[in-house]
């Protein structure tokens, strides 16, 4: 996807230990999601930030955490991974004033 | 909970039918609909959005209709073809544009 770029792309981790997943934008946009995907739930919110520092959280945030001290690269980090967080992971981006998100294309997360 | 519901979970139609997919909501804040488009091991992508001062906005085959008092908007794929098979997503955002809220998804099979 231009412009976006999530990695992994596919991640197989072990309960209770820690991972880490990176979004990289080169549009320079103020806004970054990052939203989880499973079935039967769409996608849904888990932190989103609105510039460097300046985080917030979504409707799933327990068990994640985020950070974004430059504006490419927005992280998000499973403190300590759990089977409910099997899922694909999407980090978004959105220009100030402009309404559209562009996605990346996933990170599948499969934690044993 | 959900406050973006999306039907039917999975469609199956013939090329050249008419793909209708329904979406309810209920905060009155929203007032921006997008309809997103995601094939296998891809990130959604707009496909058409639509804002409550019109009840309807076409784009060649896809067409959003808008009804404000029932909180309720759809999308119809006219001449649907088997290249439209993807998941599609409702969403709904309130005028800050900060966070999109996503329906459950719609599986679309279009046989040849």
């Known amino acids: 996807d231009a412009g976006i770029t999530q990695s992994p792309r596919h991640k197989v981790t072990e309960t209770g230990t820690p991972v880490t997943l990176r979004c990289h934008q080169t549009?320079?946009?103020?806004?970054m999601y990052w939203y989880r995907q499973d079935p039967g739930h769409g996608l849904r919110l888990i932190h989103y930030?609105?510039?460097?520092?300046?985080?917030d959280k979504g409707e799933v945030s327990d068990g994640y955490s985020v950070s974004r001290s430059k504006t490419e690269d927005f992280l998000l980090t499973l403190e300590s991974a759990t089977s409910s967080q099997t899922s694909v992971y999407f980090c978004?981006?959105?220009?100030?004033?402009?309404?559209?998100?562009?996605f990346g294309s996933g990170t599948r997360l499969t934690v044993v | 909970q959900q406050q973006v519901k999306q039907s039917p979970q999975s469609l199956i139609v013939q090329k050249g039918g008419i793909s209708i997919i329904n979406c309810a909501y209920e905060n009155t804040a929203f007032d921006y609909f997008p309809w997103y488009q995601q094939f296998p091991g891809k990130g959604p992508a707009l496909l058409i959005a639509i804002r409550p001062d019109v009840s309807e906005k076409k784009e060649g085959r896809f067409t959003i209709s808008f009804n404000k008092s029932a909180k309720q908007f759809s999308l119809h794929i006219m001449d649907s073809q088997p290249g439209d098979s993807a998941t599609y997503f409702c969403?709904?955002?309130?005028?800050?544009?900060?966070?999109?809220?996503f329906g459950e998804g719609t599986q679309l099979t279009v046989n040849p």
């Open positions: 549009e320079n946009h103020r806004y």
């Open positions: 978004a981006i959105r220009k100030q004033g402009v309404y559209g998100y562009t």
């Open positions: 969403a709904a955002s309130n005028s800050s544009g900060s966070r999109l809220t």
């Open positions: 930030s609105y510039g460097v520092k300046d985080t």
